[in-house]
């Protein structure tokens, strides 16, 4: 064991493989900034480069980049709104209107500590749960992956604001978008008006981008002015990030629970990084002293989903190293990568290859630290982004969102269906229905649909009785009545 | 916003009327969770109608209502003239992006809506430049993305 750790990790510092994680850190920041190139393309278009290269350096050069491109999508989501990869979403929710208060660095600060160390985190736990991984991944079936997501939506309640009527239809309505395409059981397409181009549904980067950027982009056309309005008082971007980094040591213990938080739901395959960051805002929301600050600037909402984000990617490597099953498209890609390499991952590998998956985990772990040093001495700069005027940003980020929509697979009906929905996401903004319980049910309606299926088929309407499915309804109805209750002792106390 | 939020619940009363009807005809087991869905929201909009419709009835909210529609500050047609001139650039990009494709279309919006809002040379020849060598060299060249060249050039 010693003696592969020691061979695993110590490949890290040959000059060769160091320079090789190094480029591939610096290309995968740059996916993750461009809206619509996510892990996955990344590792697509870095495949063909890696053919003949020593394993160890071909392995590097794809998890090193993979490991950091969820951190550069956080720096435009907090910027700009413009959500780089899909669990960016939830980071723009506190990290823009933070930057509208002229504390961008603070919430970049606090994006690239957060995301950084959850990545380092996650790692960590990795290393250790591989002896015991495969009995943890293997009690997962399609019940518990039901009863996740039905966890995720109760965070609904927690993430509306203002009108409960409004929060319901902007739940449902998300729900719906989510259903347009082939049903997963039947194969029968539903809402697509005959289109072939719907067959295969409505994307995730193309639905925020209309969300959240495109609405808050014609608002920047409207006013003509810069995100950070005239007058606004802010302090130098270095000074304000160090600031953000002591907020993840103020909220360590939220940093913390979101980071398991994150491992968890990457261990389980098929739920994936935009659950995850999704459950983790709405946890930091149901036990926030301050929850009423939420969606207008608590630093909170950027820690929390950024720490599980990260924090993910450890956990989805288990499934991918121990089985060989894949829980998401850039895992699959990688499983790909190890079969051209030569190597077969499944039970086997950790026994004939384990200096190789200590050889991961070192490079999880570096890419993560050098992400944050190369971001800290870049960021300050993209700060002045906010300052320029609204009339030359706003075409930047229309030709921008275009962009994303298009190269998240290549296909212009995602840039037409972006605008119309973004229609949507901008008569949702000026009327006060919530925009993020949209994306939620957006996001988690489909995999409900799919998992709910599957259950029935495989263990019939009594899919619920399972031990571990048990434990997860009892612990949704904990996280959903925690906070009524404690509000409702709360009073009673001081009548 | 009241016009507009009962205008807006009219809309997504119809639009539901409509996926319900679509959605009978599915199979069983592709309308369960639609069926679901579209029926909780639309008792959602029509308690949102009914609650709306409750408010105006009453005649000390009306009172209400109308005084503070006159506090409250109305757009001005300078805002609203915005509004529509923002709309416009958007639907001219899509078609100017349907017809020239990405290369051409992106730098020349970019262009184009710089100038328009009285901006100087040097602002608008950098930010096209930036967004040509976005578009071509990172996107086309180093990433190899086959952008779509447009219907004319097709």
């Known amino acids: 064991m010693i003696d592969s750790i020691i061979q695993g990790v110590g490949v890290l510092f040959q000059p060769m493989m160091m320079l090789g994680m190094f480029l591939s850190v610096v290309a995968g920041l740059v996916f993750g900034v461009l809206p619509g190139l996510t892990s996955a393309t990344f590792m697509a278009i870095l495949i063909p480069f890696t053919w003949g290269l020593d394993p160890f350096l071909a392995l590097m050069v794809l998890v090193g980049g993979y490991a950091v491109c969820t951190t550069g999508g956080g720096i435009t989501a907090i910027l700009i709104n413009v959500p780089g990869t899909g669990p960016s979403a939830a980071t723009l929710l506190d990290g823009f209107p933070l930057t509208q208060q002229g504390k961008a660095g603070r919430a970049l600060g606090a994006m690239l500590v957060a995301s950084g160390m959850g990545g380092i985190e996650g790692t960590i736990v990795l290393a250790f749960l591989i002896p015991i991984v495969i009995p943890i991944v293997m009690a997962f079936g399609s019940p518990e992956c039901f009863f996740l997501i039905v966890m995720g939506l109760s965070f609904i309640a927690a993430l509306g604001e203002g009108s409960k009527i409004k929060g319901g239809i902007s739940a449902l309505l998300g729900l719906l978008v989510a259903f347009v395409g082939y049903h997963p059981g039947t194969a029968f397409a539903r809402y697509t008006f005959g289109n072939v181009f719907f067959f295969d549904g409505i994307k995730i980067i193309p639905c925020a981008l209309a969300m959240f950027a ?275 002792f709360k009073r009673g106390k001081s009548s | 916003m009241k016009k507009k939020d009962f205008l807006f619940y009219i809309i997504l009363f119809i639009g539901l009327a409509v996926a319900f009807i679509t959605t009978l005809g599915y199979p069983p087991r592709a309308r369960l969770f639609p069926i679901i869905v579209i029926s909780l929201c639309g008792i959602f909009v029509l308690w949102g109608l009914v609650k709306m419709l409750i408010a105006r009835n009453k005649a000390s909210s009306l009172k209400e209502n109308r005084q503070k529609d006159e506090k409250a500050p109305k757009p001005g047609e300078g805002h609203q003239r915005q509004f529509f001139f923002a709309f416009a650039w958007i639907g001219a990009f899509v078609l100017l992006l349907w017809l020239v494709g990405f290369v051409i279309s992106l730098p020349l919006v970019v262009f184009a809506y710089i100038k328009t809002h009285e901006e100087g040379w040097r602002w608008a020849i950098i930010s096209t430049t930036i967004m040509f060598l976005l578009v071509y060299v990172v996107f086309a060249m180093l990433l190899k993305i086959p952008l779509y060249e447009g219907l004319l050039f097709q």
């Open chain 1, 214 to 488: 495109v609405p808050e982009m014609i608002n920047l056309m409207i006013s003509g002015s810069a995100i950070v309005k005239e007058g606004t008082v802010s302090r130098a971007p270095v000074a304000d990030m160090w600031e953000g980094a002591k907020d993840v040591f103020r909220h360590w213990w939220l940093h913390i629970r979101c980071v398991v938080l994150g491992v968890f739901l990457g261990i389980v395959p098929g739920v994936g990084g935009d659950v995850a960051c999704w459950m983790a805002y709405g946890h930091a929301k149901t036990t926030s002293k301050h929850p009423e600050t939420f969606g207008q600037g608590n630093i909170e909402g950027v820690i929390a989903p950024e720490s599980a984000t990260n924090g993910k990617e450890g956990g989805a490597m288990l499934p991918t190293l121990a089985l060989g099953i894949p829980g998401s498209s850039a895992m699959a890609i990688l499983l790909g990568a190890f079969l051209i390499i030569g190597i077969q991952p499944g039970p086997t590998f950790l026994v004939e290859h384990l200096d190789l998956a200590w050889t991961i985990v070192g490079t999880l772990v570096f890419a993560n630290l050098l992400g944050i040093v190369i971001c800290w001495f870049t960021v300050p700069m993209l700060v002045k982004i906010t300052r320029v005027r609204g009339h030359i940003l706003a075409p930047f980020i229309l030709c921008i969102t275009a962009l994303g929509a298009y190269s998240y697979r290549n296909s212009l009906g995602d840039v037409f269906v972006m605008f119309a929905l973004a229609l949507l996401g901008w008569t949702m903004r000026q009327l006060g229905y919530s925009r993020p319980v949209f994306f939620l049910g957006y996001v988690l309606g489909g995999l409900a649909e799919q998992y709910f299926g599957i259950s029935v088929m495989a263990h019939g309407w009594k899919f619920f009785l399972t031990p571990l499915s048990l434990v997860i309804i009892a612990l949704t109805i904990v996280s959903i009545s925690i906070q009524p209750l404690m509000e409702y």
